[in-house]
């Protein structure tokens, strides 16, 4: 019998509407020092990787009369030419362009008779460069073995390793006979599918988001102390309105350097100086928007973090953080969200990747996904906004030997959120992908151009400007 979805990827199907696609997203900018990149090498590189990922070669067979959950299976017809698409911006190519081809294409829900994802290769960018953009339904994404297509294609070095051998062959579909007996198989062995099908049958999309928030509480303590910072609702703010089916996207990059520099000067760690900056960033704009800020002015956070131990393994930490917007002093910004974090770690509110691996499809090259679904299904009054950091390579990634520059993931937003904020440390870079609906946020780059500012801020406080040597410090794309 083909693998059945388990109940958390059902779940993200059912919470699928149109103004909120469950899919994740990826940026990659690369340069081309050889003369170019095609289209055909890129099918050629995805075809042949695609053996390392056998399940974005299948798609969802629901049962008939939902009498259990859908099962994957064979895409007899599977067609790559479908999925790996060619696109481009009109010259110049600038980085605007490009910000809102994505956001264009993020806005599109994928269809759901084929395998869930997508890849573009979008040409013309200025510099001789070209991105590959993709999008991977969180469904797919199902368990510490999963790997985002986009991750697939990326080499360590310059030569691409041989291509693996793939003798794929797609399976027989299930007939619908087959797929009763399964589900009359599984109710007998589960009986509490029978009940769990009756409810997803009328759609209860608030008894599915129940389930969810049940089933990880069962998972893990951890995270049920985790949620005790959520006790109250949320602060209001206009972060938190109903939105619509579009999107805007939004890119900024900084260095890396500074974040360890202010992490050097006042403690804690890079993703404490990350979220101040964030902090920084949403107060000037509050400020922009005539909001009214005051000292006890907040923003909540759904902080998913991926750390690495001194073993090389890895873990989650999963905070729910107020970001101290109404704080004036960067400085004070800081020991703020560093004490908050620490009083989490302290007091156990991590959630541990062994326990993740089991409730929200983790694995390290998808965390971004990870801190989506746990978004998508919690409730909006618990937290304003998402942000997820993932740790990257600090070393050059490329893909068929052209050196990727930028990579920015893009988080999908929930329900009655207006922004999702997802960040990458690259190769000495630290990259952010905004991704907001497109009327609430009209004003998003503005917010763009405020984190580099808040971050300029805070390395202020480690040595007078006039006292330190110029670099670059990155800003809004």
């Known amino acids: 019998m083909p693998d059945r979805l388990n109940a958390l990827d059902l779940s993200f199907l059912y919470l699928e509407e149109p103004t909120t696609p469950m899919h994740v997203g990826s940026v990659g900018v690369f340069e081309t020092p050889d003369g170019g990149f095609g289209f055909d090498a890129l099918l050629t590189l995805v075809r042949e990787r695609l053996a390392y990922v056998p399940r974005y070669r299948q798609r969802i ?42 956001a264009r294409l993020m806005s599109r829900p994928l269809d759901r008779e084929r395998p869930l994802w997508e890849m573009y290769l979008v040409e013309g960018l200025e510099g001789n460069r070209f991105a590959l953009v993709s999008k991977t339904h969180q469904a797919v994404i199902d368990g ?59 759609a209860d999309l608030p008894l599915a988001g129940g389930r969810l928030v049940r089933a990880v509480g069962t998972a893990t303590g951890s995270l049920v102390t985790a949620l005790s910072t959520a006790a109250w609702p949320a602060p209001g703010s206009p972060l938190n309105v109903p939105i619509g089916a579009q999107r805007r996207f939004a890119t900024v990059v900084t260095s890396l350097e500074d974040y360890r520099e202010v992490r050097a000067r006042h403690g804690g760690d890079v993703n404490d100086v990350v979220l101040a900056t964030i902090a920084g960033a949403l107060r000037a704009w509050l400020f922009t928007r005539g909001a009214r800020v005051t000292a006890t002015t907040s923003v909540r956070a759904l902080v998913p973090v991926s750390v690495l131990t001194g073993e090389g393994e890895s873990r989650v930490a999963e905070y729910i953080v107020d970001l101290p917007v109404g704080e004036g002093s960067p400085a004070m910004r800081l020991h703020q969200v560093s004490y908050a974090m620490k009083a989490h770690q302290e007091t156990g509110r991590a959630v541990r990747a062994r326990a993740l ?117 990155g800003g809004a794309h």
């Open 144 to 202: 510490i073995s999963a790997v985002d297509i986009g991750q697939v294609v990326l080499d360590p070095s310059p030569k691409p390793p041989e291509a693996p051998a793939d003798n794929w062959v797609p399976a027989p579909e299930p007939t619908s006979l087959e797929l009763l007996a399964g589900a009359v198989a599984s109710a007998v062995s589960r009986p509490s599918y029978l009940v769990d099908a009756a409810r997803r049958t009328v």
């Open 61 to 102: 067979r629901w049962v008939p009369g939902n009498l259990a959950s859908p099962v994957w299976v064979d895409d007899e017809d599977f067609d790559i030419t479908y999925h790996v698409r060619r696109s481009a911006v009109p010259r110049p190519g600038t980085p605007d362009q490009l910000r809102e081809l994505v």
């Open 357 to 473: 691996a089991g409730m929200a499809g983790f694995a390290p090259p998808t965390l971004h996904a990870m801190g989506a679904r746990v978004a998508s299904s919690l409730s909006r009054r618990i937290f304003n906004l998402v942000v997820t950091n993932v740790p990257g390579p600090q070393s050059p990634l490329y893909v068929a030997g052209n050196p990727m520059v930028e990579t920015y993931p893009v988080v999908p937003l929930a329900k009655g959120q207006a922004l999702a904020i997802g960040l990458t440390s690259y190769n000495g870079t630290v990259c952010f992908g905004l991704n907001a609906d497109r009327d609430a946020m009209s004003d998003l780059d503005v917010l763009a151009q405020c984190v580099p500012d808040a971050l300029a801020e805070l390395v202020d406080t480690v040595e007078p400007a006039p006292m330190r040597p110029e670099r670059r410090r």
